[in-house]
């Protein structure tokens, strides 16, 4: 017995447990290492944890590949809450938790699971279908789709899919139906570089899910689209932590589909991820040899010659003849970042790359596409019900800060509702079909965006649009989007049409408090722009501002940020803001604006001398770059920075009497003591009322105040490791009201 395994029963014994370990091989195991030896496997291991409820693990050797030969594994019914871990039987050689997996380096510790043939639309691996189960960890395995077969119905429909979207109008999915308590760690999930044959790496439909350190890479389809994670009916929290995302369409898109009365996806964390595009997603065909700038990995087809040309080598690219036909082919690129329907997620401390034209949409690294999918995206059992909006949809409570975002052509769109959706705000006569809440409680902080608008991310140079924002909605309330930096490329400039942001609405109908201060970006062809009164120029945007809602578009710099434009496009600004422009407050005294052609931040992103300490709170405008540089550090290597495991999970309200209580539950990045400040002042915690009581076990614990008042708002901070996290992190102060 290795010594981890020796470490691992001594720790359950410790608890009163036993521990069940099986093995999985070609010969000499408990289960042979094919297609029914590990659905017997799973099996058996339910089966036990039916009568005896103890951790069950299941390693497989990383010699043999299971080869599923398209038959597809069902996770069976169970309701034990001790996991059954799928593993390889190299787990120890494999990088401790909060590094991420190498591949390149540590594929031969992975135990395979693979499928040589492809049962059309079918997964590998789902779980289950009109039955509950729980508690599933798959750790250290490649899940290899290599079937190769990139035909139109030809695919895997998913590697993992842990649920079902099953259900009966109008009920949508039974969430008691729901799976809960899957793991994800250190798998290589993939396809066959080329073959577009994998639509999802994991389709999650259940709650409690944590999906770390892992690599996902290469999934595309056939004109289809593909996520490398996507995430539909659940409750949640889902966790996505230290991974690498890679897909053609979106990397992790979350909601879209019918959803039972008032649900909606929660709670969800993107942590730390690398999300990025293979380069050979752009694929491109013509009659005539390629000549036009490009990025390594791109291919183009000459369909006269029958060959592929493919992109290398540094700016601009060279093109390549392979001499005849590769198997890549057309994909669907869309964004990085997707959410439909959703609330309570926190997006920092990732980096985003690659994102390019022609793509199926606009080529963004964020999109917030309010809507409910209506028919034509959803199964049979919505129809013939062709409604396309559900009244509770909405996109809330979310917080993306501290994230690098290069390589791509714009920042972030809140996009209107789609599929013939409406805000109720909008056209109120089509309720109950509409959208009661548009866009709501949406916080952009110190995001980083930089190589922006590259032409050689354009199809063949031409240019196309790119904006910092886009869109403000009719509807949309409480935005707040505030020092940012947007810089376009170094490379080759944005000849294309330029918005700081565009309004969706002439008739804006936004509430509450719409900011977008303190921020670094160009100054492009159209300040603002708002359909109906066409794009107008450097003014263009006042009518499309709501009357009922507050405005504060202070402290921005707008800068030319490049000495020469590749394109005539621009209007070149130097000196003050045109006048045209003051006259409707767009640029409201305190906005700066880059004098002479010149740049507005320094070689390192951080704002020039004459325009530091500028912005409305006084600091620097634009980001904080070495928070930034500090949030992302591991996103990129796989290293992830422990800091960023802090979180406040919960807060519990206590009444006793006339006695008030709350307990904190908390994670802390290590197990050092973290110091607490309690207090109704929600800025400067002043009269801080002391923590009664705090107990631990590891980085988890509670935090415990008694003798609060009744009904009141009260805020609370630790200071853990030297940092206020919950500030860094969430982007403001934890808040509680207690019981009156």
């Not at 935005?479 to 609405?505: K, V």
Request: with cysteine; glycine share 10%.
């Amino acid at each position: 017995m290795r010594l981890n395994h020796i470490v691992l029963l001594i720790a359950l014994s410790a608890y009163g447990q036993s521990v069940v370990r099986k093995s999985v091989c070609a010969s000499g195991c408990d289960y042979v290492n094919t297609y029914l030896g590990l659905n017997s496997a799973l099996s058996d291991a339910a089966s036990y944890q039916g009568g005896s409820c103890v951790p069950y693990l299941i390693e497989i050797d990383t010699a043999n590949p299971v080869d599923l030969l398209g038959n597809t594994i069902f996770l069976p019914a169970k309701t034990c809450a001790q996991y059954v871990r799928i593993r390889s039987m190299q787990i120890g050689s494999l990088p401790s938790d909060g590094t991420r997996l190498d591949p390149s380096t540590q594929s031969g510790y992975l135990a395979r699971i693979q499928s040589t043939t492809i049962t059309p639309n079918s997964p590998m691996f789902v779980g289950p279908t009109g039955a509950y189960t729980r508690y599933w960890a798959f750790e250290g395995i490649d899940f290899y789709g290599n079937g190769v077969d990139p035909s139109a119905v030809n695919h895997y429909y998913g590697l993992l899919v842990y649920g079902s979207g099953a259900g009966t109008y109008p009920s949508s999915a039974d969430r008691s139906l729901r799976p809960d308590h899957l793991e994800v760690k250190h798998c290589w999930m993939h396809g066959v570089p080329g073959t577009r044959n994998v639509l999802y790496a994991l389709g999650l439909y259940g709650n409690s899910i944590s999906v770390r350190d892992n690599v996902i890479e290469d999934i595309a389809g056939d004109r289809s689209d593909a996520q490398a994670v996507g995430m539909f009916h659940f409750d949640g929290p889902v966790e996505l932590i230290n991974n690498t995302l890679d897909a053609a369409t979106e990397n992790t898109l979350v909601g879209g589909g019918f959803e039972s009365a008032g649900t909606l996806p929660s709670f969800i964390r993107f942590i730390g991820n690398k999300y990025s595009k293979k380069g050979y997603y752009k694929f491109q065909s013509g009659t005539a040899t390629p000549n036009f700038a490009c990025r390594p990995g791109n291919v183009y087809r000459n369909t006269s010659t029958n060959h592929d040309w493919t992109c290398s080598g540094a700016a601009p690219g060279t093109w390549t003849d392979t001499g005849g036909l590769t198997t890549n082919g057309t994909d669907s690129v869309k964004n990085l970042w997707e959410i439909k329907m959703g609330r309570g997620l926190r997006v920092f401390g990732n980096d985003f790359s690659g994102i390019w034209w022609p793509s199926a949409q606009n080529g963004e690294i964020f999109v917030m596409n309010l809507t409910t999918q209506d028919t034509v995206s959803n199964p049979a059992w919505v129809q013939p019900n062709n409604i396309k909006a559900q009244p509770w949809t909405t996109i809330t409570d979310v917080y993306i800060g501290a994230n690098l975002s290069h390589d791509a052509i714009s920042f972030m769109n809140l996009a209107y509702p789609g599929n013939g959706g409406f805000v109720c705000a909008l056209k109120p006569e089509t309720k109950p079909w509409c959208y009661a809440n548009a866009h709501n409680d949406i916080r952009v902080y110190d995001n980083l965006s930089y190589n922006m608008s590259d032409e050689r991310d354009y199809d063949k140079g031409t240019p196309v649009q790119s904006s910092f924002l886009m869109t403000i909605n009719a509807g949309d309330f409480d935005i707040d989007f505030r020092h940012n930096t947007y810089l376009l490329s170094n490379t080759t400039a944005a000849s294309g049409e330029m918005y700081l942001m565009l309004a969706q609405d002439i008739n804006g109908l936004q509430t509450g408090t719409i900011n977008f201060r303190d921020n670094i970006t160009p100054l492009g062809e159209h300040s603002v722009a708002a359909p109906g009164v066409g794009y107008g120029g450097l003014c263009s945007f006042l009518p499309g501002l709501s009357a009922s809602a507050t405005y504060d578009f202070g402290g921005n710099t707008l800068t030319t940020d490049k000495v020469n434009w590749n394109g005539s496009s621009y209007p070149i600004v130097t000196g003050a803001i045109p006048t045209p422009c003051s006259t409707y407050f767009l640029y409201p005294p305190g906005t700066k604006s880059a004098a002479s052609g010149g740049t507005a931040v320094d070689g390192a992103y951080h704002a020039r001398a004459a325009y530091q300490n500028t912005a409305t709170d006084g600091r620097d405008p634009g980001v904080n770059v070495e928070h930034v540089n500090w949030a992302t550090a591991g996103a990129a290597t796989g290293a992830l920075n422990t800091a960023l495991e802090y979180k406040l999970r919960s807060a519990v309200t206590s009444s006793s009497g006339t006695q008030r209580g709350v307990s904190v539950y908390f994670t802390t990045p290590s197990v050092n003591a973290c110091t607490w400040e309690l207090s109704s002042d929600a800025n400067a915690y002043s009269a801080s009322v002391p923590v009664t009581s705090q107990n631990r076990n590891g980085r988890d614990g509670t935090a415990v105040w008694s003798g609060l008042s009744p009904g009141k708002a009260y805020f609370v901070r630790a200071t853990c490791d030297g940092l206020k996290l919950e500030q860094a992190i969430d982007g403001r102060r934890f808040k509680f009201i207690t019981a009156p």
